[in-house]
């Protein structure tokens, strides 16, 4: 299952979603708001969705991680909305019988939740100013 | 024909807003987002962007009909 | 750091003493106890560490995993004592600037972890017998 | 030469204990281990053990010095 949320992540209670007694090993990524981006100190970040495609999107992403990789249980959380340095962004979980398909399943999702999934996000820098991440040549006309 | 277009995140900003209900002659979501480029000076090319029609990614050239909701989707972003 | 543990790992401790403002992403690995294994129904598990020589080594696999990959912070937390079904055995958390290594960094550490530590477990089974994991052929003499 | 030997997992259960000191004419971990082997029965051969000698691991033909302790070291399955 695929979620967004505008509060803080609870990885505690999406763990406990996805464990199993049959599993028997668990594996999840956190993605955290670094200080600095491809050079420049970072304050804060706004993340936007276009919640129901994202959801669309992260759904079949989970449900194609668990039909190429043997595991028992996947879930991805994606926080929207305005986060600090250090606040989770995204969270993804997956338990498995064996570890090595829960790393493989857990690593293709996040893989593929930050390539296919619309959500963005404005960085805001020290200096004052703010960027659309992965948008920054076409932000600015005057680069075009 | 009558159409609602959502904006996000660069696109909104340019936009100036985040949805608008529209009258075009469009055909297309290409066709479309050529008019509203040269309407709002979007910066990115349309090479650069995805589309999706109700919810759904489409293709540039898909038929547009009455009531469709258009969505022009910058460079994704997130984790 | 490599540490063992009689009492349940407390992961949310764990995980804060390798938060970094510096990291992007952060990776764990849980290993459960599970319901069976190698077909046989487990009901628990005994767990049995050659706690100096433990530490020593799994010191040195986070130091290899530390100079291997350019991540942050490792650290990997290991139960001893009895355990119970989805108990917690081992803990590997990692943080990465950037989310590959941290996966593989993390995947180093446990495929290591468990090659490599002196650790032992003992299943017992629902037949009410029981046998030490990897040892099965040898502890039958007649089967020897 | 008097030595220390620890037991661990299964070599703990076979052996009866976990731990004690011995006065052994074995100038080796190998030797040390046949003649621990004829007295306490394990099953595992030297070849599927390793060994340490004071929290270190150690070669099978390492010379033996008074006061060492030897841990024979069954198959790990930790995690």
């Known amino acids: 299952m695929f979620r967004l949320t505008p509060q803080p992540i609870d990885t505690g209670a999406a763990r406990r979603e996805i464990l199993d007694a049959g599993a028997g090993g668990y594996v999840s990524f956190e993605g955290w708001v670094r200080d600095h981006n491809e050079g420049r100190q970072v304050t804060r970040l706004e993340y936007e969705a276009f919640a129901e495609l994202a959801v669309k999107e992260g759904e079949r992403i989970l449900g194609e991680a668990l039909a190429r990789y043997p595991v028992k249980h996947a879930l991805c959380v994606h926080r929207v909305g305005s986060l600090g340095l250090a606040d989770m962004a995204v969270w993804v979980g997956v338990s498995s019988e064996h570890r090595g398909e829960a790393f493989e399943a857990c690593r293709y999702i996040i893989d593929e939740v930050k390539h296919r999934v619309p959500i963005w996000k404005k960085e805001h820098y020290v200096s004052g100013d703010s960027g659309w991440v992965n948008c920054e040549r076409c932000a600015a006309p005057a680069h075009a | ?79």
Chains 1, 3 share one sequence.
Do not use: C, H
């Open chain 2, 1 to 79: 024909m009558r159409l609602k277009v959502q904006y996000y995140a660069l696109m909104r900003e340019q936009a100036g807003r985040s949805e608008e209900w529209l009258e075009t002659p469009a055909p297309t979501p290409a066709k479309l987002f050529d008019e509203l480029s040269a309407r709002y000076g979007f910066t990115l090319a349309r090479e650069q962007l995805k589309v999706a029609v109700n919810s759904e990614f489409s293709d540039w050239t898909r038929a547009l009909a009455a009531g469709d909701a258009v969505v022009f989707i910058p460079p994704v972003a997130g984790g």
